[in-house]
């Protein structure tokens, strides 16, 4: 009876190589109107995947990223199939009684159909599985809506026998099926060969957003930024600023109210290997140390602070989509620019002075106000500061000016553009702007539970999948497409006071400088509501949640291909019709045998 569940934990350890390492974030992120290269990855890095952001020749069926995806999928989908085909006739008896029994064959559901859905997004036709049995060398591709009907006659039997709540954290539920079926509705009503039920399957995802939304098993975390708490270290520092971690005292970590589903990851050592390990904690990490290229002094790696691999960075339009203020697009004035916390509570731009190697003790070098604002700082130019309570860098959501700049004893940091499509390359690092090396922090992964130091890659916590936050924005864009804006604006704007300054005393300093919890400037109307503003609100509240490429996918070939050309000047000179569906990797063609050879995606 205990090999049930054996089996089914076998399907959840295939989600974790799935979503753990290089491929996933460049498959998910990389290459759309929010996220691009930063040097590790860009042109001159050290990273071969470029392509997946510049859509260039490299880019075809024999890219090293786009198999393993492929296969984990598929790897995912026949542990499910072993449980489905063996489960139903398994004993009831001794540890296994009829509501497990009933959950292990929903669990095995769901994580077959997440399956298909992730591949079905990416690849388009799939060949389809349903059952375990002899390894065949023949296949076929089905149609897309052949597919989707696979992926929802496997949630509604998910819906039928999964429990409201789990006693294992991580095991999914009836919310996280519910969940995941109004998103299947809501990608499936965009298809152009679903045009009949379109309306139908709005309806569908509206309807199962709300029954989450209203199930009274989830709420919304109050503080935006302390959904990325992590309390695995159980003296995690206080973070009255909530650049990086959350204080444990205040109640939150990532097994949080608003979590409907997430991935676990472990810090054992034990299962240190490819598929339960993360290192998502790395990949979106900026250069904020001292050194070759390095713009601050007085700061040193530091496992808080988390080792920058630089892989990804936000665009300038996705920088520009925090610069919403009581004045429009531009700054106010001191004090009441701020309006929407969630850029502080996803991105890390304060850094404090911590180096104190070679220095008198308790000091650590310091920018004297009128040091250079570009290239290294220089002795000459340094003074003794505390460490660990003084500012060394700070990342400006603004354009400062250079005359401000110098005026400041830290670093900082500004956006290289006002123009949200220009390139930001890499000459704007030697000065002082955001560039390919230089940019805020996506700090939603930093992982300092780690046992190795900043070095270590094999993060243990836990990836959030699905959250109540995303609910509210699926419902949004289903009435969005339902012709009820109304309906849109209202579900947004909840998440819109909750993204507005909290007015207790206690919290207001922490992430801005007034209170607006009922400032009508947060707030959205129904005259806002177009699918355009929906894709940027889903940027404002889940960016880099990895599901960006899916998301500008999901409503079509033309709405993909006009924001990617409008915002990534590293993909527009490239992106054609072809890059709506991945090419399907060389290893599976070759490896299909038959009369009939395994098809390629259009145009490659």
């Known amino acids: 009876q205990q090999g049930l569940t054996d089996l089914t934990n076998g399907i959840y350890a295939g989600v974790r190589g799935y979503n753990g390492g290089d491929a996933y974030y460049g498959m998910e992120v990389l290459g759309t109107d929010t996220w691009t290269a930063a040097d590790q990855v860009a042109a001159g890095g050290n990273q071969p995947w470029v392509y997946l952001d510049t859509y260039d020749l490299q ?22 199939n072993v449980v489905l085909d063996n489960g139903p006739s398994t004993p009831i008896g001794g540890v296994l009684t009829q509501a497990i029994k009933d959950s292990r064959l929903g669990e095995a559901h769901f994580l ?49 026998l999964l429990p409201v709540t789990q006693s294992e954290f991580g095991r ?38 709300n029954s989450v939304i209203n199930s009274g098993t989830y709420s919304l975390v109050p503080i935006y930024a302390d ?7 159980a003296a995690a520092p206080a973070d009255p600023g909530r650049q990086g971690f959350c204080d444990v005292t205040n109640g939150f970590s990532e097994r949080n109210p608003e979590v409907i589903w997430s991935i676990q990851f472990s810090y054992d050592p034990v299962q240190y290997t490819n598929t339960a390990t993360s290192y998502n904690h790395v990949v979106f990490l900026s250069q904020y140390d001292g050194g070759a290229g390095g713009w601050a002094a007085g700061i040193t790696r530091v496992l808080d602070d988390g080792r920058p691999f630089r892989r990804v960075r936000p665009t300038p339009f996705a920088i520009s989509l925090f610069q919403q203020t009581r004045c429009g697009a531009v700054p106010c004035g001191p004090g009441v620019d701020v309006v929407d916390t969630r850029f502080d509570g996803s991105f890390q731009t304060v850094w404090f002075a911590n180096q104190t190697t070679s220095n008198p003790a308790g000091t650590c070098p310091k920018c004297t106000s009128g040091a250079p604002i570009n290239g290294s700082m220089l002795p000459g130019s340094q003074v003794g500061a505390a460490a660990g ?10 354009q400062v000016p250079d005359s401000f700049r110098r005026s400041k004893a830290y ?19 030697a000065l002082g702007r955001f560039g390919y090396a230089h940019y805020p922090s996506l700090k939603k992964f930093q992982d300092n539970g780690r046992t190795g130091g900043f070095n270590d890659l094999n993060g243990g916590k836990d990836r959030i999948v699905f959250r109540l936050g995303e609910t509210y924005l699926i419902a949004a864009e289903a009435a969005v497409g339902l ?37 009508p400037a947060i707030l959205v109307t129904a005259g806002q509501m177009t699918l355009d503003f929906v894709m940027d609100e889903r940027e404002r509240e889940m960016s880099g949640e990895m599901t960006r490429w899916d998301d500008l996918h999901r409503p079509g070939k033309d709405f993909f291909l006009a924001r990617i050309r409008t915002w990534n000047p590293y993909a527009a000179p490239n992106i054609t019709d072809k890059h709506y569906l991945r090419p399907i990797p060389q290893q599976q063609i070759q490896g299909v045998t038959g009369p009939v050879p395994y098809p390629q995606n259009p145009g490659w």
């Open 59 to 80: 880019y075809n069926s024999l890219s090293a990223f786009l198999n393993p995806q492929w296969q984990a999928g598929y790897t995912i989908i026949a542990r499910a």
């Open 112 to 160: 077959r159909a997440w399956a298909y859905f992730q591949l079905v997004q990416q690849y388009g036709d799939l060949t389809i599985n349903l059952h375990s049995g002899e390894l065949s060398t023949e296949a076929a591709r089905a149609p897309e809506d052949s597919v989707y009907k696979v992926i929802i006659d496997d949630l509604n039997q998910a819906i039928a």
């Open 172 to 209: 999914v539920t009836l919310g996280a099926a519910q969940h995941l079926l109004a998103k299947v509705y809501l990608t499936r009503a965009y298809r152009d060969w679903n045009t009949a039920n379109k309306q139908a399957d709005f309806q569908q995802a509206l309807t199962l957003a």
């Open 227 to 233: 959904l990325w708490c992590g309390t695995h270290r």
């Open 389 to 398: 309570s003084d500012t060394a860098l700070v990342y400006s959501l603004w």
């Open 411 to 429: 670093r900082i940091g500004t956006p290289c553009t006002t123009a949200p499509g220009a390139d930001c390359g890499k000459d704007n690092d």
């Open 483 to 519: 012709g009820q804006p109304q309906v849109a604006a209202d579900n947004i704007n909840v998440l819109r006071v909750r993204a507005a300054c909290d007015p207790t005393p206690a919290n207001a300093p922490k992430l801005c400088a007034v209170s607006h919890k009922s400032d």
